[in-house]
């Protein structure tokens, strides 16, 4: 049963524009949500996090916008440059517990020139 | 300030074999988390761990999969009597201390391919 539910798969971009990827949760006990970025061969990174009682957060060109209501959260790249061009991955996790991450399945973005 | 590291970075295992996969968290990081990542899938948890203890083991497989995390020294995955479908990538990632929202880092991963 997949707890975060990750759309699309991929996703290509031009240079200058603006990637949003989506991200829908069921567990209303989640509590935390971060963004991490992979790159091949590499391990994920911490890009951004947001907790519901927030709508957005931005950082730089990146932007999480949170729908408490709805259970949906989203990333907007704005401004999106080839190097940007990695694996996006949601995930959430509960406030209290071990804290273990739940991840989506990752988008794949490609940012071309 | 050094990272979280793994090791090795690639495992080649024949069936039947035992795997061992280690991680030091990073300095001042007590707690451990271990993930699997199958190809083209998102990560998935395993097992969560303190010095010492196993806290949360509801992603580990009953069988075969074990791990620990010594008071001295890196943690350790263990895979006994490998399979194919073991064949992934293991990150271990660590935080400074357990609760929600705490920020977990990643190492590089450990790349096992069972042949």
């Known amino acids: 049963q997949q707890q975060v539910k990750q759309s699309p798969q991929s996703l290509i971009v031009q240079k200058g524009g603006i990637s949003i990827i989506n991200c829908a949760y069921e567990n209303t006990a989640f509590d935390y949500f971060p963004w991490y970025q992979q790159f091949p061969g590499k391990g994920p990174a911490l890009l951004i996090a947001i907790r519901p009682d927030v709508s957005e957060k931005k950082e730089g060109r990146f932007t999480i916008s949170f729908n408490k209501s709805a259970k949906q959260f989203s990333l907007h790249i704005m401004d999106s440059q080839p190097g940007d061009s990695a694996t996006y991955f949601c995930a959430a996790s509960l406030q209290t517990g071990a804290n273990n991450l739940f991840f989506g399945t990752g988008t794949r973005l490609t940012v071309i020139p | ?115």
């Open chain 2, 1 to 115: 300030n050094a990272g979280v590291m793994q090791n090795p970075r690639h495992l080649v295992r024949r069936r039947g074999q035992e795997a061992r996969l280690r991680c030091s968290p990073m300095k001042g990081h007590s707690h451990v988390y271990w993930y699997r990542q199958l190809p083209e899938e998102g990560l998935k948890f395993m097992v969560y761990l303190q010095k010492e203890n196993i806290i949360d083991e509801s992603g580990m497989p009953k069988e075969r999969f074990s791990a620990e995390f010594p008071k001295e020294g890196p943690s350790i995955l263990r895979i006994q009597q490998v399979v194919r479908g073991d064949s992934a990538a293991y990150f271990c990632a660590s935080s400074p201390s357990g609760g929600g929202g705490n920020i977990q880092y990643f190492g590089a991963g450990t790349r096992l391919s069972v042949l």
